[in-house]
Structure formats: C-alpha cells, structure tokens
C-alpha cells in the first residue's frame, strides 16, 4: 500500500541528495581554480619554474574550457577515480582507504557509546525530573555540551596521558591491542560530546511524552514501567532521537578531524588537514567529496528511519500523495 | 497502579519541579545564571581593557624563562617563549569576543531579514530562500569552512564570512519557523484587514513578536561561533600567528603539555567557560522574555 509513497518519497530525497553532492562538486571543483596562483602552482608548488607550470597545464588539461574539465572531474569522481596525491604520488582513494582503518572505529565505537549512554541516561533522568541524579546529569550534559572536541582532548590528554601516564597521548599505534589503546582518549573526546547532546533530547522528549495522556491510560491499565518507556515512550520520542542521531554522526565527523589532529590520529581527517596544509589539491576535494557522501547518506538514512519508527509519517504522507 | 495514582505520582513530580522554579523566580536569578552573567562580564572587561588585568604585557618574550610552571611571578606559568600565560588568556579575551559577536550579528541580521520576507510573503521567494538553505544546511559546515579557508591560506574575515553564510541556515530556520506560526494569528490579520501594509506588519508587527527567537538565535549564533572560530585557529586558520587568541594558544602549547600543562589548559578552560556562560544565559533571558510574551 505505502510502498509507493515510499519510493516517491525516496525519489525526492534523493534527488535533493544528488543536488547536494553536485554544489559540493561544483564548490571542490572552483577550489582549485580559485587557489592562489590557480591550480598549476598548486600542482607545481612555490618554486617551479614557468615551463613547469606550462607544462602541468598541460598534463592536467587546463586549458581546456572550464566546463568540459568539471565535466571530466565529474566523471572520474563518479568513478571514485580522485587522481594521484601530489605530494606522494598515492592514488586518493588508497590514502581514504588507509584513513579509515583509523577514522571509522573510531566513528563507529564512539556512535555505539553514545547511543547507549545517551539514550539510558536521558530515560532514567526524565523518569526522575527535578532529582538530584537529574540535576547533576543535566549539568554536566551542559559542560559536554559546551566544550569543543579540542579542549575536551587535550584536558582528557593532560590528566590521562601526560599526569597519569596511564594511555598513549600520540600516533596510532601498530597491531590491534595497541591501536585500541590509542584510540581510547580519542573515542572518550567524542563520546563525552555526543553523548551530552543526545542525552539532552532524550531527557526533553521522554519527559515530554510520559506526560501524554497515553502513558497515563497505559499505568492505569497496569502495564509495566519496562513496557511502556519500550513500547510507547522511546517510539514517540523516537523521531528527535533519530533526527539528532543524525546531526551527531556529522558532528563526529567534523570533531573526528580535530581530535584526530590533536591526537595525532592518521585517520581521515588528519589527511584532510595535512593535504590543506601542503595544498595537496586532489587529496583535499576527494576527501571532501567523500565526507560530504558519507553525511548525505547519513541524511537519507535517518529520512527512511522516520518511515520505519513512526506510521503516523507514513499516514502524512499518504494523504498529500 | 491506578489512574489517581498515577496523576498523582505526575504532578508530585511535576510540583516538586515547579517549587524549586519558583523559588529560583523569587531571589530572580538562579546563582548558575549569577556566575555566567559575572564570568561573561570578566570576559568582556579583558576583551575592552586587557592591560587593566594582565600582569604582563602578552607579547613580552623572555628566552631564559620559558616553560615555568605556575609560580608567585606567573601564575599560570609561561609558553615556550617566555610569555606569561596569563596575560596572554586575557589579552584573547578580545578575539574570542569580537569574532563571534561580528559572526552572530551578521548571521541573526541577515536571517530575520529572510525569515520576514519568506515566512510572510510565502511563494517563489519562501521556495527559493528554503531550498537554498536546506542545501546549505545539508553540508557539513565546519569541514567545508576549513577547506575553503584553508585553500586560500586562511584569514579571520574570509572565516567569518565564510561561517555567516554556514550558520545562517540554522538560525533562518527557526525564525521562519516562527514568523509562519504568527503569521495568521488574530493580531496580525486584524492589522492586515484594516489595510495595514505588508512591510508595517513585518517590521512593526510580526518583528517585536520574535524577540525571544532572535535572542536565542543570537546567544545559539555566539556559542556556535565560538566554538567554530576556535577550532579554524586550532588548525591554524584563524587569527594570524603570534597573536594571543585561545585556539591559537591551545594549538602553540599543546606540544609542551608535559612541561607546564596550564599554558594549553587555561585557555581551554576560557573557551568552555565562557561557552557554558553564553548558553546558560542566552536560555535564561529566552525564558523571561517567553514568559513577559504569555503573562501579557
């Protein structure tokens, strides 16, 4: 019956989500136009000479008109083809690949984490409103909240690593065992700053919905507490879990980088920043064109999940259908 | 349990809440808002007069006296150069202040501005003003800040501006938000009946009515800014090297963790206070300026 109105809606959205990546196309493309000294000085470097420079021109084919060269970088990223780094000849998409070996547990484990905590925290805390257990979490949730991913790294670095000397404060480590000791203060960073923000929506929502008369007429009938906070609480309050689950995992990705950078993490947004630095110009629009498909994914999946959690959306959208 | 019980179990919790409310309404200020308000003034005196509080003067460099750690003569010890670490979290006080507040200014001007027009007029131009918006919000502010301002080599204005047009979509979001939820409401249909014209609903009507909207935008706009200008200067990107500024600093000194941990910690610890300040107080005035709106 709705499976129509789905892939209508899908149609849509993905429509929107190829827009999207097209303008971050589009902006990655003009960088490189834009660079200071255009894109053969950012090949060639500070010190090439003019035949250098005519000659990267050249191989890169710049002169021809601008919009067959965006047709040509279109195409090849399409292929996932990123082109070669300057600095060291690595094909990008290698270099991603060696990134995430680093970047995505890191995500991931930390995603997991605050998921847990966030969500049990904020139902327990809702449930006890106005207690003390609440008002210490919610104030601490608002320190979380409020601290940037670099000083909360840098604080857990001092105590743990540098006063403590009881975790590895820099590089990534080689074999299992010692790479998941280097990335415990990088994934506590992370999870102390999403788990705030969750918890917070969490808190509000639950406690906006066990005030529902529904929740009242489930007590009333008996239903255990177990039940209804599964059942009928967290579903309600399940579409502002979902939608902030979202905005969390792109905030992972953009604090991801500044812990990586602090930590000294190789991950991906250790390459981003390094490729930056060195204007490594390839290396910079495949990463980007890499993290802005990760995040509108991620944007596409948490639209799909609303149909998953709540049937009143998909009633909604039946009706304007 | 039955239904009695369970109302009652609701509004003992719900009572409980609401007497420690109105407790904190009678002595008008909870000592959290207190402390932020004091520590956001701190921060505004060093920003306007730092020689007034710094010890020192922030760019004096002293070779042989780098690396202490917190002592009578500096507090919070010094960096590698000998500078003394104080002084120079006070005297960047200024650019952590004056950055954001440009920031928000520009991105709360620009998105009343636009919420105004889309949200009461509608049409090609609401369409439009949205689609844009939804596809500027859709990307991931800070990494694309960094990538632009990076490519060009950096620059604190290219960063703000840059980041106005990031942060506007947020902020635009809620103020259009709001303006539609007003705009069929009886005051504002009143004044349209009695040929009112459109620009004097916007401005004389519908604005006053978004006060609270506007300041929670505005104080969302500042911490938001804050934060983001910080990182741009951790990596490098901001303000230009030497300069006292906190991300800066925390970047400078983090290597030399070890030898004298305030001189990295301190400005971390000015950044988030003053954060934490900006968010408790900007939720403090919004709830006083919603409560003024429904008491009248």
């Known amino acids: ?321 | 349990m039955s239904v009695p019980d369970a109302k009652a179990a609701v509004t003992a919790r719900d009572g409980r809440r609401s007497r420690s409310r109105s407790r904190a309404r009678r002595t008008g200020m909870p000592v959290s808002v207190a402390l932020s308000a004091v520590a956001l003034a701190a921060a505004i005196l060093c920003a306007i007069a730092p020689g007034l509080l710094a010890p020192q003067d922030p760019a004096l460099i002293d070779p042989a006296g780098g690396l202490q750690t917190a002592s009578g003569a500096h507090l919070l010890g010094t960096d590698a150069l000998g500078r003394d670490v104080l002084s120079r979290v006070v005297a960047g006080a200024r650019s952590a202040l004056v950055g954001p507040l440009i920031l928000t200014s520009a991105t709360v001007v620009i998105s009343t501005f636009l919420a105004l027009l889309a949200g009461y007029l509608g049409g090609w131009f609401d369409a439009v003003v949205s689609r844009v918006a939804d596809t500027i919000y859709a990307l991931p502010a800070l990494i694309v800040t960094i990538v632009i301002v990076g490519v060009f080599g950096g620059g604190w204005w290219l960063a703000i501006g840059v980041l106005v047009v990031f942060n506007t979509p947020t902020a635009l979001r809620i103020l259009r938000a709001a303006v539609i939820e007003r705009r069929d409401l009886p005051y504002v249909e009143a004044a349209r009946t009695i040929g009112v014209s459109r620009w004097s609903i916007m401005v004389r009507h519908l604005l006053p009515n978004l006060e609270p909207m506007i300041v929670t935008c505005f104080f969302l706009g500042f911490t938001y800014g804050m934060v983001e200008l910080s990182a741009l200067s951790f990596l490098g990107l901001g303000v230009p090297p030497g300069s006292p500024d906190w991300g800066r600093m925390l970047a400078e000194n983090r290597v030399q963790v070890a030898q004298n941990p305030w001189a990295a910690v301190a400005p971390g610890i000015a950044i988030v206070a003053t954060v934490l300040s900006a968010n408790i107080l900007g939720g403090w005035i919004y709830e006083r300026l919603e409560r003024r709106k429904r008491e009248r």
């Open chain 1, 1 to 321: 019956m709705s499976g129509n109105v789905i892939a209508r809606f899908l149609a849509r959205r993905l429509a929107a989500a190829v827009l999207v990546l097209l303008v971050v196309s589009v902006v990655v493309f003009l960088l490189i136009h834009l660079a200071p000294g255009g894109p053969e000085q950012a090949a060639g470097g500070e010190f090439a000479t003019p035949q250098q420079l005519a000659n990267i021109r050249a191989s890169l084919g710049l002169d021809d008109p601008l919009a067959e060269q965006y047709w040509r970088f279109l195409s090849n990223a399409v292929g996932l083809d990123f082109g070669s780094s300057i600095a060291t000849r690595e094909p990008v998409l290698d270099a991603i690949g060696r990134g995430l070996q680093v970047t995505a547990p890191l995500v991931l484990v930390s995603f997991l984490l605050i998921c847990t905590i966030g969500t049990a925290l904020g139902t327990l805390t809702a449930h006890r409103a106005g207690g003390s257990l609440d008002r210490a979490t919610v104030g601490l949730a608002l320190v979380g909240a409020s601290a940037p991913a670099f000083v909360t790294a840098l604080i857990l670095l001092t105590v743990f690593g540098v006063q403590l000397h009881w975790l590895p404060v820099f590089g990534t480590g080689e074999g299992f065992a010692e790479r998941a000791r280097h990335l415990v203060l990088p994934i506590a960073t992370l999870t102390i700053a999403g788990t705030a923000a969750m918890l917070q929506i969490t808190r509000t929502r639950v406690k906006e919905v066990l005030g529902e008369d529904h929740v009242t007429f489930a007590r009333a009938r008996g239903l255990s507490s177990r039940y209804i906070v599964g059942r009928s609480v967290l579903r309600n309050a399940g579409i502002q879990i979902v939608t902030r689950s979202g905005t969390i995992v792109v905030g992972l990705v953009s604090w991801g980088l500044l812990v990586e950078t602090t930590f000294g993490l190789d991950g991906v947004g250790q390459l981003l920043v390094k490729a930056i630095n060195a204007r490594d110009i390839p290396v910079i629009q495949g990463v980007t064109l890499v993290i802005a498909a990760f995040i509108v994914t991620v944007n596409l999946v948490v639209d799909l999940l609303y149909f998953a959690l709540d049937p009143r959306v998909r009633v909604h959208a039946e009706a304007r259908a």
